[in-house]
Antibody, heavy 119, light 107 residues
Framework: EVKLVESGGGLVLPGASLKLSCIVSGFTFSDYWMRWVRQAPGKGLEFIGEIKPDGSKTNYAPSMKGRFTISRDNAKNTLYLQMSSVRSEDTATYYC????????????WGQGASVTVSS | DIQMTQSPASLSASLGETVTIECRASEDIYNGLAWYQQKPGKSPQLLIYNANSLHTGVPSRFSGSGSGTQYSLKINSLQSEDVASYFCQQYYDYPPTFGSGTKLEIK
C-alpha cells in the first residue's frame, strides 16, 4: 500500500523556521519526483515545489522561491520541506504528494501537516 | 502562470442526479488537466488525468471531457460518498495551477 505521512507541523512564531518531513512507504521512493502543496484554511490548493528522484534538481513556484527549500533522503524514504521566515500567510495544511511516473499528476498524497503561524 | 477558473463555487444536488463542474484555463492547456476530489478533512485524491482518463479505482460514474481552454467533470448518479470539494489542475505549463474548487453537497 502506498503511504505518505507528514510530520513536523504545529504552532510557530512569525519569522521562525520549521522543517516538515514526509515519510513514504509502499513504493520505490527514489524512482519518483515528489512535490509539496499547501492549502490555507478553507481555501484552494497551492503548488510549492518539487524535487527530482535523485535530489539533484528542485523547482519552485515563483511565489515560493527563497523561503522554502525542498530536499530528500532516499536512504530514509523521506521528503523534507524547510520553511524559513514564516509569516501568517503561511498558515496552511502542507501536503506531500507523489508525481505520477508518466503523467505530471499527483497520484498519491499524504494526510497533511497543519502549520499555524501566530504570535 | 496559467489561471484556472472553476465554477460553480458550490453546488447542491439530490442523490441520483447528474452534476457538472466546469474549469476554464486562461490559455490552451492541450488536455493537460487533472481533477481531484477532496472529502471533508481528507487529502485530495486523483480522479481524472489527461482531461478524460479515469484514474485507477475511480468509479465509472465520474467522467471528464473538454479541450483547449474549457473542461468539465461530470458525476452521474450522485451518491452520498461524493460529498467533497473538487479541484481542477493544469499541468501543461509550469508552475502547475489549480482551480479554486467546487464544494458539492447533497440536497
Amino acid at each position: 500500500e502506498v503511504k505518505l505521512v507528514e510530520s513536523g507541523g504545529g504552532l510557530v512564531l512569525p519569522g521562525a523556521s520549521l522543517k516538515l518531513s514526509c515519510i513514504v512507504s509502499g513504493f520505490t521512493f527514489s524512482d519518483y519526483w515528489m512535490r509539496w502543496v499547501r492549502q490555507a484554511p478553507g481555501k484552494g490548493l497551492e503548488f510549492i515545489g518539487e524535487i527530482k528522484p535523485d535530489g539533484s534538481k528542485t523547482n519552485y513556484a515563483p511565489s515560493m522561491k527563497g523561503r522554502f527549500t525542498i530536499s530528500r533522503d532516499n536512504a530514509k524514504n523521506t521528503l523534507y520541506l524547510q520553511m524559513s521566515s514564516v509569516r501568517s500567510e503561511d498558515t496552511a495544511t502542507y501536503y506531500c504528494a507523489r508525481l505520477g511516473g508518466i503523467i505530471d499528476v499527483m497520484d498519491a498524497w499524504g494526510q497533511g501537516a497543519s502549520v499555524t503561524v501566530s504570535s | 502562470d496559467i489561471q484556472m477558473t472553476q465554477s460553480p463555487a458550490s453546488l447542491s444536488a439530490s442523490l441520483g442526479e447528474t452534476v457538472t463542474i466546469e474549469c476554464r484555463a486562461s490559455e490552451d492547456i492541450y488536455n493537460g488537466l487533472a481533477w481531484y476530489q477532496q472529502k471533508p478533512g481528507k487529502s485530495p485524491q486523483l480522479l481524472i488525468y489527461n482531461a478524460n482518463s479515469l484514474h485507477t479505482g475511480v468509479p465509472s460514474r465520474f467522467s471528464g471531457s473538454g479541450s483547449g481552454t474549457q473542461y468539465s467533470l461530470k458525476i452521474n448518479s450522485l451518491q452520498s460518498e461524493d460529498v467533497a470539494s473538487y479541484f481542477c489542475q493544469q499541468y501543461y505549463d509550469y508552475p502547475p495551477t489549480f482551480g479554486s474548487g467546487t464544494k458539492l453537497e447533497i440536497k
